[in-house]
């Protein structure tokens, strides 16, 4: 990890309330693994103080994408930013996702903007050539955030897609439909990638513990550092004491995490 | 190069830029950075005899130029340090300042005691000032009479130069500044943070997990500076200052209100590179050392 220094290339308001962010860096990368995240400055004052904690949602030749929600007051600055201005970011941070090498057929699950680093593995996957089908379940609030379509149909992926008000595509959460994402694989070993809401990873984790298939999350958290100093992003692990979102994750085998004990 | 080289009350140091306890780990956070033997000291994570799985998330909530946190003394515990972390902070030839709190007095004395033997414990810092825990320092650190019988019993057994890490959470810092002191503190370290809370409007009960919370950053600079004045002028030991520095600007009031070193940390979340960047300012060109040598 290191600071960055950045130019904005693009800001683009993807959907409602979405932008996807790319960031040209001044300085080389250090190697960059499918699912890390950076440390964003959004005000060049202390107020916000902190930095925001963004994962990637691809890296082109022309930079990193980062894909947020506006939440609050440091997203909400963040979504001023215009292409030319300056800012830096701290990174790569964290533990990405590990490969599935055993699958034949990968599952993705994604609520909202957890489609950020699930994005990045696909692209990952296709860009080293792998062929193996992909079924992503991307669920959303209501067709207003839905968006990057396009960019998911160049990396071949079977999406399916889902609303909780049935707006567009299926009518539920993410996890009422993960019997008929497991049935797309027909059969093949599978193995499954989620981010989104802690309610939907908790729900995906059992299912996919029951069914003894093997599930990574990225666990979304709130952060003082990102870089594993202040203790902020704790979450409990199996077996007693507490895993760092942003040092030990923010992906997991969801079996690390212990979901009884998480609020 | 000028050396910037001090003493902190038999603590030497090749400059006298620390990492605050809590921001830092155990030293091995800001390594892609900088060495750990590259700051004056390391102050880590405070100890406790035992493990301490801290306080229930949330943990903190930003604030305007800060942020509020009430992580709970999450800790390994005395055997853990001593065991999994001392060792690499050794290799590294690194300042090794202890920070410890108990919940008793018995406590503090058998941590100071214990951390005593280690060679690779350059300093310990005690924490009479931490606001998280219902039992844990605040009784001692607002109480001038209990403050300087804590300070020492805790001097009697501490065969190390002993620092207390004073709470800005009291009327007067002075009284509290002389109490530890005349205990027989060798240093003073102000402030820790000030106590707050942040209410979630929506739900109408407090962010934090556990109500109240630490406020550090910015917002808690002035505070911090006025309470280091006062306190320098009270006391004839050394002074270390903190509270909100960001900059090397920063640093430089906390110099010029008294102190004898600086300790960085919520700092450091924003810019990694802050200990250093004011490491460079002393050492470059016309320091304070030549601006003000009253210093």
Same mark, same amino acid.
């Not at chain 1, 992503?136 to 071949?156: I, Q, Y």
């Not at chain 2, 709470?167 to 060798?186: C, E, Q, T």
């Given at each position: !990890? ?12 993807? #959907? ?14 250090? /190697? ?12 060049? @004052? ?8 963004? @994962? ?17 007051? *440091?997203? /909400? ?16 941070? *964290? ?16 609520? @909202? ?28 609030? $209501? ?6 379509? $396009?960019?998911?149909?160049?990396? $071949?992926?079977?999406?399916l897609l889902v609303t909780e008000d049935g707006s567009m595509g299926l009518q539920g959460m993410v996890t009422d ?6 049935? /797309? ?24 513990? *029951?069914? $003894? ?9 709130? !952060?003082?550092? *990102? !870089? ?32 009884? #004990?998480?609020? | ?21 809590? &921001? ?28 301490? &799985? ?138 820790? &943070?000030?106590?707050? =809370? ?37 006391v004839d030991v050394p002074v270390v200052g903190m509270g909100g520095i960001s900059s090397p600007e920063d640093a =430089? ?5 008294g102190a004898k070193a600086v300790q960085v940390g919520t700092g450091c979340f924003v810019d990694p590179l802050l ?21």
């Amino acid at each position: !990890m290191k600071t960055i220094p950045v130019e904005v290339l693009k800001n683009q308001r993807e #959907a409602e309330g979405i932008y996807r962010l790319v960031l040209e860096p001044q300085k080389p990368l250090d /190697r960059l693994d499918p699912g890390c995240f950076f440390m964003v400055r959004v005000s060049p @004052g202390s107020d916000p103080l902190l930095r925001r904690p963004l @994962g990637v949602f691809g890296v082109s030749a022309g930079g990193i994408e980062l894909l947020y929600q506006v939440r609050g007051k *440091g997203t /909400r600055l963040l979504s001023k930013m215009r292409p030319g201005e300056e800012t830096d970011i701290i990174g790569p941070l *964290g533990r990405g996702w590990r490969r599935m090498d055993s699958a034949r057929h990968i599952l993705l699950l994604a609520g @909202g903007v957890g489609m950020a680093p699930l994005h990045d593995l696909a692209v990952n996957l296709r860009d080293f050539g792998d062929q193996r089908p992909v079924t992503l379940v991307w669920g959303h609030r $209501d067709k207003s955030t839905v968006c990057c379509l $396009d960019k998911l149909h160049e990396l $071949d992926l079977d999406v399916l897609l889902v609303t909780e008000d049935g707006s567009m595509g299926l009518q539920g959460m993410v996890t009422d439909h993960l019997d008929e994402a497991r049935a /797309r694989a027909s059969g093949k070993p599978v193995q499954a990638a989620a981010c989104g809401p802690m309610p939907m990873l908790k729900k995906a984790a059992l299912f996919f513990s *029951g069914l $003894d298939i093997s599930c990574q999350v990225s666990l979304e958290a709130l !952060m003082g550092c *990102g !870089m594993g100093a202040c203790l902020t992003c704790v979450v409990p692990a199996k077996g007693g004491g507490h895993l760092r979102v942003c040092r030990e994750g923010p992906v997991f085998y969801s079996q690390e995490i212990d979901w009884e #004990a998480l609020k | 190069m000028k050396s910037l080289a001090v003493d902190i009350g038999g603590v030497r140091m090749k400059n006298p830029v620390v990492l605050a306890s809590g &921001t830092c780990g155990y030293g091995e956070v800001y390594t892609d950075f900088y060495a750990p033997a590259d700051v004056g000291a390391i102050v880590t994570k405070g100890i406790s005899l035992q493990p301490r &799985t801290g306080n229930p998330t949330p943990r903190m909530a930003e604030t305007p130029a800060g942020m509020l946190n009430s992580i709970g003394l999450e800790n390994v515990g005395l055997a853990g340090f001593v065991r999994e972390k001392l060792p690499w902070l050794m290799q590294r030839r690194a300042t090794v300042v202890v920070n410890f709190f108990g919940e008793t007095e018995g406590e503090y004395i058998e941590l100071a005691e214990a951390l005593s033997w280690h060679d690779g414990v350059v300093g310990l810092e005690m924490n009479v000032s931490c606001p998280n825990i219902r039992e844990g320092g605040i009784e001692f650190g607002t109480d001038p009479v209990c403050l300087e019988r804590l300070v020492a019993a805790v001097r009697g057994v501490c065969k190390k130069p002993l620092w207390v890490k004073l709470s800005p959470n009291v009327s007067d810092i002075a009284v509290l500044a002389k109490a530890a002191v005349a205990g027989g503190a060798d240093a003073l370290c102000l402030i820790n &943070t000030l106590r707050g =809370m942040v209410i979630d409007i929506e739900t109408g009960r407090p962010a934090l997990g556990s109500g109240m919370g630490g406020l550090s950053g910015p917002a808690i600079r002035p505070v911090a500076v006025a309470m280091v004045y006062q306190a320098a002028r009270s006391v004839d030991v050394p002074v270390v200052g903190m509270g909100g520095i960001s900059s090397p600007e920063d640093a =430089m009031q906390f110099f010029l209100a008294g102190a004898k070193a600086v300790q960085v940390g919520t700092g450091c979340f924003v810019d990694p590179l802050l200990p250093i960047k004011i490491i460079r300012h002393l050492s470059s060109g016309r320091s304070f050392f030549e601006d003000y040598p009253h210093l």
